[in-house]
């Protein structure tokens, strides 16, 4: 989402504009410590412009962020994407050109899961129409993008606010059927729980829908995950990765997971742990929790912070071993690489991979790896 939104506010100000802004991300308290942090050094680099905050840190923690020496302005959340928020002329100027598009087709999130200060930042869900969806991907196409990634706050909430019964599945479907020489669709972090029957069928069975799902799984026990307000359970997301694996077994699977929830006791963590094995689990994005002022969580009972970061490395060296099993799996297959610009690419399953050189940043090359080189195929 950030990187999505970072490159429509560039092509709105243009490339000299004399102003920095920073889209502050506000998820944990170490993102807004970071938000701090970024903002200090770009001041720092760039005594002489215009800094701008935006974004969740700058919404949710306004007066703070507005208070530092370094920051000349805020501009709010739900302004961020408008021109004239920006004094900016209403067609963009230039678009920076990427081999991925990363394409926000939904912002916000009408669920209120109880460690999440997420809605507080984004406001409730709201959806992409089809044809300004369309037009963005055109755009990121026309400008050299081989791959595009749809992603969102909660992106299979996708349509609920529009007119009519469409669903992700049918976004998805008229991408591809508008779209004939897109070889290569990707969709970030899903809520397994709210992914429609067309849109089950197309990650089952569409080649040209990369196999490699996000879960936003958050835990492997089901206590844990109603005492988040999740919508789903465990079983939810054992059966669905069944499902999918058994239709295309060459599906990568990752999850977003929180170590050391409040409540969290052993019988939980191990439960957590047993999911990236299960489930097979080769991409994750592990979060030591944090408590969001606010938030229901903040006032369970907490789980010591020494017992939080073991927890979670304890989750990343799972996740490190059921990858590296992964990777070894890969070898001797050909695998269909989208080359990046520091001369390595991602597979469909999103493996990274090692490009020999003189690879053309934007290519697709077939590459039969041979070797796992610090955690990369070559
Ligand atoms: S689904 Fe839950 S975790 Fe995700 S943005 Fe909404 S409230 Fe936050």
Redesign the pocket.
Known sequence: MNLAEGDRISALLGTDSGTVVVNSCAVTSEAVRQTRQTIRRARRDNPAARLIVTGCAAEIEREAIAAMPEVDGIIVNEAKLDPRAWNAPATPVSVRRHTRAFIAVQNG?D???TF?I??QGRGPSRSLAVRTVLRDIERDLVGGASEVVLTG??LTSWGHDLPGTARLGNLVAEILRHFPALSRLRLSSL?GIEIDPLLEELIAGEPRVMPHVHL?LQHGHDLILKRMKRRHLHDHARALVHRLRTRRPDIAFGADLIAGFPTEDAGHHAANLGAVDELGLVHAHVFPYSPRPGTPAARMPQVARGLIKDRASELRQEVARVREDWLRRLLGHPLYVLAEADGTGHAGNFARVRLPLGTARGEIVTITPTRIEEGLLA
Do not use: E, K, R
């Open positions: 999130c669920h209120a899961c999440c997420i809605p706050v909660d809520d936003s």
